[in-house]
């Protein structure tokens, strides 16, 4: 995923409302950001980070800037969880994910379940479709591991239970963890913030659902999936 214009850089300030966030430019000019993130982003909004941010030109948007990427930890780590599921599918057709490559077709958020939209469905003629729900992860404590969920998310343990729902039916169901961030080699499920959320995952697991994760290369320019990481318990 390539950022089609340079981004812009500052020192954020403070977040508030959840998509707000004030931030000052490496000018001295202070903006509001939009920030297109609902979690909690525990550990990412220290007053004083730096951050990245796009800049839109577009007449009607009342924050031009959206924030992209802050600096914590000494790496870049990517917040905007609407960038995973086209990471995602750029990682799925260039063959990162061996399992998951080959399929005659790839649509975007199609409905299924109980009025939900899968992220990824994966169609081919000699085999079993593919649900591929995707998962933007962000929060890191322990140098090199990734964690998810950073806050709970019963909408994340609800996603669980419908792929075990569409295995029983006779398909796969794909969790897949984009990790926007480049300091990390592992990812576990964080259950002392959302334990019904892990025990979800373990229900999911035992269902027969499929968990992947995928490391990125994080710069500038973009974001981009680059290896698979493996999951821990």
């Known amino acids: 995923m390539i950022f089609t214009s340079p981004l812009v850089t500052g020192r954020l300030v403070q977040r508030y409302k959840r998509f707000l966030a004030d931030i000052v430019l490496d000018d001295g000019i202070a903006i509001t950001s939009s920030v297109p993130n609902t979690g909690s982003m525990l550990g990412l909004t ?3 980070i730096r951050v990245w941010l796009s800049l839109s030109d577009g007449p009607k948007r009342k924050y031009p800037h959206t924030l992209q990427m802050v600096e914590a930890q000494g790496t ?34 199609q409905k299924y379940g109980a009025n939900s939209r899968i992220d990824i469905l994966l169609r081919d003629p000699d ?7 995707v998962k933007n992860v962000h929060f890191s404590r322990k140098a090199g591991l990734a964690e998810f969920p950073d806050s709970p998310t019963a ?21 897949l963890y984009v990790i926007q961030r480049g300091d990390c080699d592992c990812l576990k499920i964080c259950g002392d913030l959302d334990p019904v959320y892990a025990l979800a995952f373990e229900r999911a697991m035992r269902r027969g659902v499929e968990a992947y994760a995928v490391k990125c290369h994080i710069t500038p320019a973009g974001i981009v999936a680059i290896s698979t990481m493996p999951i821990i318990d």
């Open 127 to 133: 085999r079993p479709s593919a649900y591929v729900e």
């Open 46 to 48: 220290d007053p004083g």
């Open 76 to 109: 870049m780590v990517g917040i905007n969880t609407g960038l995973p599921n086209r990471i995602a599918e750029e990682a799925i057709l260039a063959g990162l994910l061996s399992s998951l490559s080959g399929y005659a077709e790839l649509k975007r958020e």
């Open 155 to 175: 909408r994340g343990a609800k996603h669980l239970d419908e792929l075990g729902n569409m295995v029983e039916n006779g398909h796969r169901g794909v969790m």
